[in-house]
């Protein structure tokens, strides 16, 4: 889950992900990683699948969370999770594909906040790159909402020169595509760009390095999602960090 940047190694030329396509990482993981696997045990910074789903389900969010990281990718979140990003951040978690129970709430508590950032990630995809136009109506959400989309974009794949393959987007997903790309500002992509998503072309999330992942993560919390202080409890830290929270006790005789 998290050694996907192998794949990247079985090409030595970067120039040719311009303009070669690399097998999906679903059949990635059955053809080379498992096989391999099964003989010699997990490869590093990878987790089995049965504890992965876990560590999802068992995450308790916060009441109050500072911003929801939205994804149709479990391994995204997961990814998130094992590295403590959203215990770290006080983060709300959401699968956008068959939420759980906990997760519905959390939808339900940000339709009644809009000030709460929605983070979204993405495979670099004509579906993907449809999802912060298609989510509002999804979740019922009003203008007020802030989507933030995180990508990846077809730019992210191409600067990071990362892999793709070929996936056919279903007809009414490419004519709202095509439709939203025929106004004026209505998606943030280029021509080059929107030209690659027509063609079917698609990059998976999971290529970007965990690392980078959880980089993305955090300067988007720290861009849109600042922790709020009260004025009165940092009064009250500063004055505990220099001694001033009770008054002198009487000396005894």
């Known amino acids: 889950m998290f050694m996907i940047m192998f794949m990247k190694k079985l090409i030595s030329d970067p120039s040719v992900l311009n303009r070669a396509r690399i097998p999906d990482v679903a059949s990635f993981e059955a053809k080379t990683i ?9 490869l590093p910074g990878r987790i089995e699948s049965v504890t992965a789903q876990q560590v999802l389900v068992n995450y308790v969010p916060p009441k109050q969370a500072r ?8 391994d995204i979140l997961i990814c998130l999770l094992a590295n403590g990003l959203p215990q770290r951040f006080d983060l709300g978690i959401v699968r956008l594909n068959r939420p759980l129970p906990f997760q519905e709430r959390l939808i339900d508590w940000v339709r009644r906040n809009p000030q709460v950032p929605i ?6 995809s004509l579906a993907g790159c449809l999802l912060p136009h298609l989510l509002p109506a999804q979740w019922g959400l009003t203008s007020d909402h802030r989507i933030i989309d995180l990508g990846l974009r077809p730019r992210d794949a191409r600067d990071r020169q990362l892999p793709w393959t070929y996936a056919k987007a279903p007809p009414a997903l490419a004519r709202i595509f095509d439709k939203l790309a025929g106004q004026a500002g209505k998606v943030d992509l280029d021509q080059d760009e929107i030209k690659w998503l027509r063609a079917g072309s698609v990059t998976s999330a999971l290529y970007l390095p ?14 849109h999602a600042p ?5 009165e409890a940092e009064a009250q830290a500063q004055a505990r960090a220099v001694g001033f929270m009770t008054w002198p006790q009487p000396v005894a005789r």
Do not use: N
Not at 35 to 40: D, F, Q, S, V
């Open 119 to 124: 983070l979204l990630i993405h495979d670099a």
């Open 67 to 74: 911003a929801l990281v939205v994804s149709p990718i479990d």
């Open 34 to 42: 498992e096989p391999w696997e099964r003989i010699h045990g997990l």
């Open 210 to 223: 965990p690392v980078q992942l959880l980089r993305l993560v955090t300067q988007a919390v720290a861009q």
């Open 227 to 231: 922790q709020v202080v009260d004025p």
